[in-house]
Structure formats: structure tokens, C-alpha cells
């Protein structure tokens, strides 16, 4: 799911063509209707309750364990959980195991995959589908996955077929486009994840990145760069990520080894006041860089739910401290700005970029975009304002992160806006004129994290920490074959560990001061990093709550540099 005007590009040819077969309905693979049909199959509801009470268990000790909601999902839940999995169970192609980014359209990206991904991982530790079912899936999309066909042998293609699993155009035809960096920053999140929580699937997971080669994806000063085709059919390179969705992607990468320090930096960055609150944004230049920066809620959110806003190396912290600090800070802003605006006008708002039925099929729902809070934008930066909506996942995404009225509010005005045997619908227009009558693979797969963090908490649980040496770091590619795919030889290190330092680094500059944090109480490093403060400037955060502390004052920060 690009984060850009390539996404809206196959947004736009698949509603289109959705339009053309309006009324089909693509039946369930025989394989996964005999899954559910046994009774040695299927999960009865007392073993549902048990398999979640199971599964709690071991990550849910006894008292508050993580912020947000939490405890065993209410009956009601479930039921929202079980009708998020039905999307799935009617989008999955038998041939490929993909499922479909929108329900009748047999077509997909990383980023939409990955949501599946995110499904399967819910929905096996809700106890919705059993181990079998699951292993099966999982086995089966990892094999597709490990069989695609890369994009001029580089990275997986921004866009696949799921019925053939070839790569496509965006009309779905034969043919190629470029690769996403944010799509495969995603997709390499929730590899991360399935090989920690279930380390008999380490090897596959990591089978499908050891045939991937990284050499232009990643530079020498850790920016990511996505690709396309230019001009004589000839590969094109271009920085990509902006604010929120760049910083989550660089943690999928640096997961797996990679150093993508300046993708996880926050510069160029400042702050727009909206309704009295400091909203983060970034400040480069559309004009200039060909690529809009839209200030949108879903990349706080998964950096919420899977990795607690954390960084990457972080398997000492419990989930009250989150030791990427300033991102927990900015998320705050995010959500308290939302709150804000139902306050003054009585709108219930929960924006992100979603799609829409009919013209221009899919909007960026921005809290800020080209000078202008509130501003719904199509991909051609058309003003849309009757398409903006609360996105389901949003505001469910919102309501497991913080426990508040508001996000109480959102939860019901969401809760029971779906089909059970389709899943959620996309979002509820603002101007009360319905819902958006589209059921997507990244919102139902959304939709599952929420409530799985719910039940236990962030998601990323790093359990395999020494089986990462396995087929990734020293499995049976020769030196000479990863160094012709740039790939990593050694996890990522903590800078300068407190027992041997010896680095030659530059000394680190924070992003925030700690007057600046206005919403989280800040740690400063020399407490908490296991690693020479010196070198890592950056506060954690802990005690985050949505009314600004008395005890801060806010100081206005200069225009960060960076980039």
C-alpha cells in the first residue's frame, strides 16, 4: 500500500474495474472451506475462550500490562474480530494464497499483504482459526511470496495479480511499475514479526528476503529509496517516505539489520497550530519534491500497536516506556488534535488516507495538507471534502492506543459497521451521508491489530532474539552472493554498548529538548539506553496521557534540518 500517488493509481483502476463486476462474488478455495467444515477444524466457542484465555496468558500478566485497552476481548469484540477475519476468508485466492487488497478484485501490494499478514498473526492468537489453518495459510503466502517475481531482479513489484501471483501495472495487466521502500518496510515489520512469535517459520520468513537485493533501496546514509521507470524504459530512484510513514517503514529495515538512520530521523520537520495543539508535519517542499506531505493518523498507529513505539533494537524495555520517544510524543499530537476538533465542532474525526466509491476512488484525509488543517484531498490534489469520513481503522486503531471518552465514542459510532461474512466497511462519511461502501484488505487487517493489542498488548514480542542468526545472517548464501544483494552480516548493535565503547561517532542531537515534550514525560537516554548516551540524544517516554502535564512548558522549536 504506497504511501504516494502510486497507490491511488491502483486504488483508482480497481474501483474502476469493481465497477465492471459489480455483483460478482469470487467463492472460498475449496482447501479453506475444509478447514472451517471439520469438526477436528473448526474452533467451537468454549475453545475460542480458551485458546484466547491461553493466549493472554502468557503475555498478559496479572494487573496493567501495556497502555491503551486492555483484557480479554467482550463478546462484542469478537464478533468484530471474527467478521474482520471473513474478509480474508473470502478474498484469499486458492492458486497463490494472496488475498485481494479490495474484496472482488484480484490484486495486491506489499503493503496490503502485509495486512494479511497482520490478520493471520490476530486472528491465530484470538483463537478464530486454529494452528492448522494457520499454518496452512501462512505456508502457503510465504511460498508465493518467496516466488515472486522481482522487479528487474531487485525488490518485489509495487503491484501482483493474486490469482497468477505475477507482477502487474496498475491495470492489472502483465508488465512492471517500480517497488515501494515504505510497502517493503511494512511487509519486512510483520516478516519480523511471524518469525518472533512463531520461530518454527524463522527459515521461511527469512527465505523470502534472501532472494531480494538491497543495494538501491538503502544508501550508504541510511534514506530509502523507492523505484519506478523513467524515461527509455531506464530504472528511476527517488527518495521516498514523508513525516509518520517514512519513520515507521526505516524500522521494518532496521529490524533485519539494515542502518537506515537518516529514514529515522525526524527532520526537516515543524509545527502548525491547530485548534491550540502543535501538530508535527513536514516541511519539504511539494513544489520542489514532487510529493505532497499529508499529516494522516495510520502510521502512528501501527507504530503503536506492533512496535509500541520502540525502536528497533529495543528487547529491554517494557511496554510503559517507549524508547523511541519523540514518536510517541507526535502520536500524542496526532490523536489529541483529533479529539480537539469533535470538541469545538461535534464532528467525530478519525482521518487517514482511505478509498471511496465512485470519483476519484481513493482521498488522502489529511489533519494537514498543503497549508490547510482538515483538508480531503484526491490524488490529484483536488479538494474533496465531501469524501472525508471517519476511517474504521483509524478510529478502532485510536480506541485500542488510548482509553478515553472520545475514543469510546469512535468505537460505537464504528463498532457494527460491517457484513460478517465481508468484514468492515472502509469508513462513515463526516457529512452523515453513510458509509463507504468498499470492503479492503488493509482496513480488516487493521482492524485485527487493534483488537489483538487490546487482548495483549504490542505486538512485536521479541521472544527469537538468538535464532536470528539463523538462514538471515548465516544461512546458505555465500559471501560473495550477499554482498551482491547488500545484505546485512550482523544484527544492528546498540552505539557504543556501556561495556566496550570504542566508537567514532559524531555525538547525536536530540529531536526534542525535554521541555519540548508536552504530552509524554520524557527519560533522557543516560537512564534507560543500554548503549553510550552520548551517542543516542534521544529521550524515551513514558507516561504519555492527552492533557498537556502542567510541569512542561512549551517552547517553540526552530525548523528542524535534516534530509
Known amino acids: 500500500m504506497t504511501k504516494n500517488l502510486s497507490r491511488a493509481g491502483l486504488v483508482v483502476a480497481v474501483i474502476v474495474a469493481l465497477s465492471i463486476l459489480a455483483g460478482i462474488v469470487i467463492s472460498k478455495p475449496s482447501w479453506y472451506r475444509g478447514l472451517i467444515e471439520g469438526n477436528d477444524r473448526n474452533t467451537s466457542e468454549s475453545n475460542q475462550a480458551e485458546n484466547i484465555k491461553d493466549t493472554q496468558g502468557s503475555a498478559m500478566p496479572a494487573g496493567n500490562s501495556h497502555p491503551g485497552r486492555q483484557g480479554a476481548l467482550t463478546p462484542r469484540e469478537m464478533e468484530m474480530a471474527k467478521a474482520a477475519w471473513q474478509y480474508f476468508v473470502a478474498a484469499t485466492q486458492e492458486n497463490t494464497g494472496l488475498a485481494n487488497a479490495v474484496l472482488n478484485y484480484p490484486s495486491t501490494t ?79 515489520v510483520w516478516l519480523y514479526i511471524l518469525k518472533q512469535r512463531y520461530p518454527y517459520l524463522a527459515n521461511s520468513a527469512d527465505g523470502v528476503m534472501l532472494r531480494w537485493k538491497f543495494c538501491n533501496v538503502v544508501d550508504a546514509n541510511g534514506k530509502l529509496y523507492g523505484a519506478g521507470i523513467g524515461a527509455n524504459n531506464q530504472t528511476k530512484y527517488h527518495q521516498e517516505g514523508r513525516l509518520g510513514y517514512e519513520e515507521y517503514a ?41 510529493t505532497q506531505n499529508y499529516v494522516l493518523t495510520e502510521s502512528y498507529l501501527l507504530d503503536g500497536l506492533e512496535l509500541n513505539w520502540d525502536l528497533p533494537d529495543d528487547n529491554y524495555s517494557d511496554p510503559f516506556l517507549h524508547t523511541d520517544g519523540w514518536r510517541a510524543e507526535f502520536a500524542q499530537r496526532i490523536y489529541v488534535v483529533q479529539e480537539k476538533r469533535f470538541e469545538k465542532t461535534g464532528i467525530l474525526t478519525a482521518r487517514s488516507e482511505h478509498q471511496v466509491k465512485g470519483d476519484p476512488f481513493f482521498v488522502y484525509d489529511s489533519i494537514y495538507a498543503s497549508g490547510y488543517p482538515w483538508n480531503t484531498l484526491s490524488p490529484k490534489e483536488e479538494y474533496v471534502p465531501e469524501r472525508a469520513a471517519v476511517a474504521i481503522k483509524g478510529a478502532l486503531g485510536m480506541w485500542a492506543l488510548w482509553n478515553t471518552e472520545y475514543t469510546s465514542k469512535l468505537f460505537d459510532s464504528v463498532a457494527e459497521v460491517y457484513t460478517p461474512e465481508k468484514g468492515f466497511y472502509e469508513g462513515v462519511y463526516e457529512n ?64 557504543c554498548s556501556k561495556s566496550n565503547c570504542r566508537c567514532e561517532r559524531e555525538e547525536a542531537q536530540a529531536t526534542l529538548k525535554l521541555e519540548e515534550y508536552l504530552y509524554c514525560e520524557p527519560v533522557p537516554s543516560d537512564g534507560w539506553y543500554p548503549g553510550d548516551a552520548l551517542l543516542h540524544k534521544e529521550p524515551a517516554a513514558r507516561n504519555c496521557q492527552v492533557e498537556e502535564p502542567k510541569s512542561f512548558k512549551l517552547v517553540t522549536p526552530l525548523r528542524r534540518q535534516g534530509h
Open 250 to 290: 526505516a524500522k521494518g529495515f532496521a529490524l533485519w539489520g539494515f542502518d537506515t538512520r537518516r529514514a529515522s530521523e525526524a527532520g526537516p520537520f515543524d509545527f502548525i497550530d491547530i485548534l491550540g495543539i502543535k501538530v508535527p508535519y513536514d516541511t519539504r517542499d511539494p513544489r520542489v519534491y514532487k
Open 432 to 495: 452523515g451521508s453513510g458509509f463507504i461502501p468498499l470492503h479492503t484488505a488493509n482496513n480488516n487487517g487493521v482492524v485485527l491489530e487493534a483488537l489483538l493489542y487490546k487482548a495483549q498488548g504490542p505486538i512485536l514480542q521479541q521472544k527469537n532474539i538468538s535464532q536470528d542468526t539463523q538462514a538471515w545472517y548465516e544461512g546458505s548464501l555465500v559471501d560473495e552472493q550477499r554482498e551482491q544483494r547488500c545484505l546485512p552480516k550482523q544484527p544492528l548493535e546498540i552505539a
Open 110 to 188: 506489499l503493503w496490503d499483504t502485509a495486512s494479511y499478514i497482520a490478520a493471520l498473526v490476530s486472528a491465530r492468537e484470538l483463537g478464530i482459526i486454529d494452528k492448522r489453518e494457520f499454518d496452512l495459510r501462512t505456508l502457503k503466502l510465504l511460498g508465493t511470496l518467496q516466488g515472486f517475481n522481482l522487479f528487474r531482479g531487485e525488490l518485489p513489484n509495487k503491484v501482483y495479480n493474486t490469482k497468477t501471483g505475477e507482477k502487474v501495472n496498475y491495470e492489472n495487466k502483465p508488465g512492471e511499475v517500480g517497488y515501494s521502500a515504505l510497502d517493503i518496510g511494512r511487509m519486512m
